[in-house]
């Protein structure tokens, strides 16, 4: 893995901080009603892609979620404005402001979306590695689900397959506690998830999904072991999600008291932390970091807020192959 340095905590707290204000500044916009529909936001929860990212290779590895999905692309290199913009439906979007919050998707960079349908990722997920592996890429997918989809019957098809044909995929169930609002107590017999991986002989263990440091020293294991032509692997990101599960989500089923628990070992706080205990950068230099993840949401906002809305023509031209309608005008 590679080495963590003093720029991998600078780059992690600047990263980190700018999803944050990300997530927050849609929380915001959205109840102004500039976004509409869903919005699943991922406040808490940076540490895993955080430690994710450091333990791939951009270059050819890929990932795919469902539908918290606004920072994940960002990590992977997609332009925050254009995703920004997808949410509040402009043609400067990912998808020309068709696919909005839960679907952000780019080839290009190596993220597979954004999927609705709890749990529907997980097969395409290995899907992805399964053509990876034929066409000997070397390279690995990473599967994000939430403790929710783990009970869909899906994942135990997928991880069947994953191993009889030892993909090179990594499942990672990132369980903050409560899947749509149902605590994981209630819903399974074991609380472990992580033990799903035992019934098919797959490496599996759970993780800290608070600290980057434990989340990179995990994945990137799991992702040498399956670059190496070795399978899958099954991780638990034990994490926690500061909002609810959506923006209409009235959060009754736990309180305040847990929520300010968790906040005692944010993530953002934790790499802040070391990079004071390490002197790693002044007072002066955090606050300049601060200022400009503000300046980088406020261009982001920007950005959205003046792009143009798509013709309306292409919520129909998109239905039809054009190859077979010469007469559509847009081509996608």
């Given at each position: 893995?590679?080495?963590?340095t003093?720029?991998?905590?600078l780059?992690w707290?600047?990263?980190m901080?700018?999803w ?68 509040y ?31 529907g990722?997980?097969p ?35 991880l ?5 044909w030892?993909?090179?995929?990594i ?51 799991a992702?040498?072991?399956a ?47 070391v ?8 007072d ?6 601060n ?24 919520m ?7 190859e ?7 081509k996608?």
């Amino acid at each position: 893995m590679k080495k963590i340095t003093k720029k991998t905590y600078l780059d992690w707290y600047k990263n980190m901080l700018f999803w944050r204000k990300f997530e927050d500044k849609l929380a915001a916009v959205y109840i102004q009603q500039k976004v509409r529909g869903f919005l699943h936001l991922y406040n808490g929860q940076e540490a895993v892609l955080a430690g994710a990212l450091h333990a791939i290779d951009l270059s050819k590895d890929k990932m795919i979620t469902a539908y918290r999905n606004h920072v994940l692309p960002i990590g992977m290199g997609v332009d925050p404005k254009r995703i920004m913009a997808e949410l509040y439906g402009k043609k400067t979007g990912t998808s020309q402001g068709l696919g909005g919050s839960m679907h952000i998707f780019s080839k290009e960079h190596g993220f597979y979306g954004g999927h609705g349908i709890v749990g529907g990722q997980i097969p395409l997920g290995a899907g992805l590695a399964f053509a990876d592996k034929y066409f000997d890429r070397k390279a690995v997918t990473l599967t994000f689900f939430g403790d929710g989809a783990a009970r869909q019957g899906v994942l135990h098809e997928t991880l069947n397959m994953a191993m009889n044909w030892k993909l090179p995929v990594i499942f990672i169930v990132e369980n903050n506690g409560y899947a749509m609002g149902t605590s994981v107590a209630r819903t399974s017999n074991s609380e472990e998830i992580w033990k799903f991986g035992l019934a098919y002989d797959m490496p599996c263990k759970p993780v800290d999904g608070m600290n980057p440091v434990k989340v990179a020293e995990a994945i990137f294991e799991a992702v040498e072991y399956a670059r190496s032509g070795n399978g899958p692997s099954f991780l638990e990101m034990k994490t926690y999600r500061y909002r609810g599960h959506s923006m209409s989500d009235a959060q009754h089923y736990r309180t305040k008291d847990e929520v300010a628990e968790y906040k005692k070992i944010d993530p953002i706080k934790q790499v802040l932390e070391v990079i004071q205990k390490e002197k790693y950068a002044t007072d002066d230099e955090i606050k300049a970091i601060n200022q400009a993840v503000k300046e980088e949401i406020d261009a982001c906002e920007n950005f959205a807020e003046t792009s143009a809305y798509p013709d309306k023509d292409l919520m129909f031209d998109i239905v039809y192959e054009q190859e077979n309608y010469p007469f559509l005008k847009h081509k996608i």
